[in-house]
């Protein structure tokens, strides 16, 4: 495929993997107002299990049973599970916008366990553009004692859960999709059983089949962005995933009937703009990184 058709390809597969996961954020948040948060990563996550085992068993069940940097492995799936736990939790009591608003922080986040966990060296522009992406979070809470409220540190600590993942992720860049996803949807599974003792409702012939969708729509999501990133260079096609607000704050007021305030909508300004411009930055030390080799060549 041509690389400007490859690219748009995955532009367009980077769009629909966010406005997939837009729409299982709207499908959650309608289900945690009736179900615990464990039956919903419960189901959620059998309906997951049982699309991807075919998968699992085409690529080798010891294979998968046995990956690379088990350890590793396991925080991963500890720190995915958590995250979406907390996700579920934070949004059954927060509008769908403020959620996803606090939960962008993710990327500010991942800069600084980068720097801190694995010794990657962050330049001045990187930590301006951290220190742009806190004060983003800090108005988006709007902490005082009559608004910062602890759902929205619930979605505080989740974000940070997330990118804890992603850093455990940037480590295993070299273990199978398969092996990855099998072992996320596995945690947090067993993260639904964990939790099915605070309470179990039993839910509808829709309702279960709606649970069931969440997660095959979410393991949909989770395909096309992995395509995309495959079709595209990351920093052309990972901005595109900030449009996640934008559909929050449209399924937030179509369904729900939730909009923002000032503070949020500022708070998520100043979040997008940090995030784009770590991206902009890491490009630019990328092709710095990359220079001198071309010229060797």
Avoid at 140 to 160: D, M, Q
Avoid at 245 to 271: E, K, Q, Y
Wanted: glycine share 8%; charged share 10%.
């Amino acid at each position: 495929m041509p690389i400007r058709n490859a690219t748009l390809l995955g532009i367009l597969m980077m769009l629909l993997g966010i406005l997939l996961f837009s729409l299982n954020d709207v499908m959650g948040k309608w289900l945690v107002a009736t179900y615990t948060v464990g039956q919903v990563l419960l189901l959620r996550s059998a309906a997951a299990m049982a699309v991807i085992t075919p998968f699992v068993l085409k690529q080798g069940l010891m294979r998968t049973l046995k990956p690379e940097r088990p350890g590793l492995q396991l925080l991963r799936v500890l720190f995915g599970s958590g995250e979406v736990a907390l996700f579920y939790w934070a949004v059954s009591y927060l509008p769908l916008a403020d959620t996803m608003t606090i939960w962008l922080a993710a990327p500010v986040w991942a800069v600084v366990l980068a720097a801190l966990l694995l010794g990657e060296r962050v330049g001045a522009g990187r930590w301006l553009a951290v220190a742009a992406g806190f004060v983003g979070v800090a108005v988006a809470l709007n902490p005082s004692s009559a608004s910062l409220s602890k759902p929205a540190l619930i979605a505080l600590v989740g974000s940070f859960l997330f990118a804890a993942m992603m850093i455990a992720g940037r480590q295993l860049r070299g273990t199978p999709d398969v092996t990855l996803v099998a072992w996320q949807t596995l945690g947090a599974l067993l993260m639904g059983l964990a939790l099915l003792p605070l309470g179990w409702v039993t839910p509808s012939l829709t309702d279960a089949a709606l649970l069931g969708l969440l997660g095959i729509v979410a393991m949909v999501a989770h395909l096309c962005v992995t395509r995309s990133l495959k079709l595209a260079e990351a920093s052309v096609v990972v901005p595109y995933q900030y449009t996640l607000i934008v559909w929050a704050l449209i399924f937030g007021w179509f369904v729900f009937g939730d909009w923002p305030t000032p503070a949020m909508l500022l708070g998520a300004v100043l979040i997008i703009v940090a995030g784009l411009a770590l991206l902009l930055l890491e490009r630019r030390a990328s092709q710095l990184r990359l220079a001198p080799a071309e010229t060797s060549a």
